[in-house]
């Protein structure tokens, strides 16, 4: 099942973000073979981040909703909220 996976930052979250970098990079390495699309979102700027999004094969929404909820910025309160959608 594919997952369509939206997170986006607070407004005051990007120190916060830069530290977790590694954490994050981590964990998406484990989905390395999932991941069908990723990338992030940026301000009108086109540099500043704003979030992150994420199009994942997954078994089923379990699934999708531990790769969402789990991922260390969430956890860390990067992110204001998180969309979580099936794809296709």
């Known amino acids: 099942m594919e ?12 120190p916060l973000r830069e530290r977790l ?6 964990y998406m390495d484990r989905f390395a073979k999932r991941l069908i699309a ?3 979102t ?5 540099e500043t981040p704003t979030g992150s999004v994420h199009i994942v094969d997954l078994p ?7 790769f969402a909820f789990d991922e260390p ?3 860390a309160g ?11």
């Open 78 to 88: 990067v992110y204001r909220d998180v969309l979580l959608r099936r794809w296709r």
């Open 3 to 14: 997952f369509f996976c939206y997170h986006r930052d607070r407004s005051d979250s990007l």
């Open 21 to 26: 970098g590694e954490e994050h990079w981590s």
């Open 60 to 66: 089923d929404p379990t699934a999708a909703r531990a």
């Open 73 to 75: 910025n969430h956890q």
């Open 38 to 40: 990723r990338g992030p």
């Open 42 to 46: 940026f301000a009108a700027d086109g």
